[in-house]
């Protein structure tokens, strides 16, 4: 198995563009989580699904950042219209969710976003 | 924010040595996870206790978990350059409507020298 793959690894733009990060999970896994990560604030849950559903968004930092996940194997984190802030590595993480066990996540090797 | 707190906040010590750190947190747990971060890279799992243990080993890693206290720590025995990174606790909620949320804390930079 590839592992989680994560596209693209690096991003630069310019503030006010929109950004699209995506992810595709561990084959089997039914749970998908968007993490942040910055000095400032270390490692921040965005938001994640379980079977394709949206279970917990309370991290997503405002409208602007939204996220889908239309099937198993794809997810998407769009930030419309980006700013300087925003400049993060953005992680997705799969894991394999039974009943009210909870199990180890894999983690994406990230995405590396600057806005200028 | 941060459920939990790692402690310390970074360290160095020689190949050979023992490494331990301590991850407090603050609420009820279902288990807990320890997870390393090398530069630039994702986070890769260690281990992961339950709230009913109090002590689980794996290789080279022994992990404890005080639920009393709300605290964890991390012992790496006979450390070596290769274990140079970040080294995070995660804690899993009482879970509700599915899924298992992790929250992070700070994590402990370490450094082990030649």
């Known amino acids: 198995d590839a592992g989680v793959i994560q596209s693209p690894r690096h991003e630069v733009t310019e503030m006010g563009q929109e950004v699209t990060l995506r992810c595709k999970p561990i084959?089997?896994?039914?749970?998908l989580f968007w993490y942040r990560q910055t000095m400032m604030r270390g490692l921040e849950l965005l938001i994640y699904f379980n079977n394709n559903v949206p279970i917990d968004d309370s991290g997503m930092p405002e409208d602007r950042f939204s996220a889908k996940m239309p099937n198993a194997s794809f997810s998407t984190l769009k930030i419309q219209p980006s700013e300087p802030r925003d400049s993060a590595v953005y992680f997705c993480?799969?894991?394999?969710?039974?009943?009210?066990?909870?199990?180890?996540?894999?983690f994406g090797p990230g995405t590396r976003l600057t806005v200028l | 924010s941060q459920q939990g707190e790692e402690d310390p906040q970074a360290l160095s010590i020689q190949e050979g040595e023992n490494a331990t750190m301590n991850c407090s947190y603050k609420t009820s747990i279902n288990n807990l996870q320890w997870y390393r971060q090398n530069s630039g890279r994702g986070l890769v799992h260690l281990i992961l206790i339950r709230s009913n243990e109090r002590e689980k080993h794996s290789g080279r890693l022994r992990v404890t978990l005080d639920t009393s206290k709300k605290s964890s720590s991390l012992l790496i025995t006979a450390s070596r350059a290769a274990d140079t990174a970040s080294y995070f606790c995660?804690?899993?909620?009482?879970?509700?409507?599915?899924?298992?949320?992790?929250?992070f804390g700070t994590g402990t930079q370490l450094k082990v020298e030649l």
């Open positions: 993480a799969s894991s394999w969710t039974s009943g009210r066990a909870s199990n180890e996540q894999f």
């Open positions: 995660a804690t899993v909620g009482i879970l509700t409507g599915g899924g298992n949320k992790l929250t």
């Open positions: 084959s089997g896994h039914n749970s």
